[in-house]
């Protein structure tokens, strides 16, 4: 790509007088910069790096010393606008499908998508991770994201996911947590995610036009991450207990998830603990600052289900493993 057309796209100011005239492809990770690359310094301090690997041309936002002026100086006003701009102008030269969905269908393309031959491409909500995927798309390439304003910037020509509504039948409910039922035909047995997730998994499954898939890929779901554990606090197999807590780190999703917990949990008794207080949330809540107390907090409250708000699931995890092997040394 000609140098010149990438300052007339994001409207930029070239600071030197290169003698190259163009670049191979766009690279924020310094550690991914090869000869021939525009790297987008959002970290000054990467800026020589990238020199020493081959980096043909520097975005910058700010002053910085010109350390060779063989190579192309582009300075502009904001690094996330010129980084928009550059992804619509790529993306606008393929003919793409593009859908806009909400968290539940992304988590759900996010553990799904490897189980199908159409491509997926995930737009995360921190465009500078999207970089590199913009060297592996076609026009059979299709686009996903959960933010409709990340979206509309970048390709603007998009469709909202959830559109259409499935018939569930034979609906089975084993637990909180493994639902089975039946959809065109097929019976889908002990699918481990919550009924409140069933027409979600089913739009996303039936739109990748999945075969067969490994139902164990649901576990790295974010969705309604269940950890079961003993009287002692230690972590057992799925299901072997009727103590376990829940882990949420999507508060767009807290108010949905408690209040199905609330309906089909009325037999146990539940706490939740939270990172700060939630208003939206009625329930008493525990406030809970460092993950590192977690044990104690549990210790020291009965309950049959613990919500947890604010920390991520593998935090928790990491947290109560590593305080179970130092008590299996006393």
């Given at each position: 790509?000609?140098?010149?057309?990438?300052?007339?796209?994001?409207?930029?100011?070239?600071?030197?007088?290169?003698?190259?005239?163009?670049?191979?492809?766009?690279?924020?990770?310094?550690?991914?910069?090869?000869?021939?690359?525009?790297?987008?310094a959002y970290n000054l301090d990467d800026i020589q790096i990238a020199i020493q690997k081959g980096a043909?041309?520097?975005?910058?936002?700010?002053?910085?010393?010109?350390?060779?002026?063989?190579?192309?100086?582009i300075k502009v006003d904001n690094l996330e606008t010129s980084i928009i701009k550059l992804f619509r102008y790529k993306l606008a030269h393929?003919?793409?499908?593009?859908?806009?969905?909400?968290?539940?269908s992304f988590e759900f393309f996010k553990t799904l998508s490897s189980s199908s031959s159409k491509k997926?491409?995930?737009?995360?909500?921190?465009?500078?991770?999207f970089v590199s995927v913009l060297e592996d798309i076609d026009d059979e390439t299709i686009l996903v994201s959960n933010d409709n304003k990340i979206l509309d910037k970048i390709y603007p020509n998009n469709t909202s996911f959830e559109k259409e509504d499935f018939l569930i039948s034979n609906l089975l409910e084993h637990s909180l947590f493994e639902v089975s039922f039946t959809f065109e035909g097929k019976y889908f047995q002990r699918v481990k995610i919550p009924s409140i997730y069933i027409e979600d998994f089913i739009r996303v499954y039936d739109f990748l036009n999945i075969n067969e898939y490994d139902d164990?890929?649901?576990?790295?779901?974010?969705?309604?991450?269940?950890?079961?554990?003993?009287?002692?606090?230690?972590?057992?197999?799925?299901?072997?207990?009727?103590?376990?807590?829940?882990?949420s780190n999507n508060i767009s999703l807290v108010k949905k998830e408690v209040t199905y917990l609330k309906s089909k949990f009325t037999y146990g008794k539940i706490i939740?603990?939270?990172?700060s207080y939630l208003d939206f949330l009625s329930e008493e809540q525990i406030v809970l600052k460092n993950i590192s107390?977690?044990?104690?907090?549990?210790?020291?409250?009965?309950?049959?289900?613990?919500?947890?708000?604010?920390?991520k699931f593998e935090e928790i995890q990491k947290t109560?493993?590593?305080?179970?092997?130092?008590?299996t040394l006393f």
């Open positions: 790509m000609k140098i010149t057309s990438i300052i007339d796209i994001i409207d930029g100011k070239l600071l030197s007088s290169p003698s190259i005239s163009f670049i191979y492809s766009f690279k924020t990770n310094v550690s991914k910069v090869k000869e021939g690359d525009l790297f987008i043909f041309a520097i975005i910058l936002e700010k002053i910085y010393p010109i350390t060779d002026k063989e190579i192309a100086w393929f003919n793409l499908k593009a859908f806009s969905c909400n968290d539940i997926i491409k995930l737009i995360p909500n921190n465009l500078k991770k164990s890929k649901l576990k790295n779901s974010n969705l309604f991450k269940t950890m079961f554990l003993d009287k002692g606090l230690n972590t057992v197999e799925f299901g072997k207990s009727d103590k376990f807590i829940i882990s939740y603990i939270t990172s107390e977690i044990r104690n907090i549990l210790k020291n409250n009965s309950f049959n289900a613990s919500y947890i708000v604010g920390f109560l493993l590593k305080e179970e092997k130092e008590l």
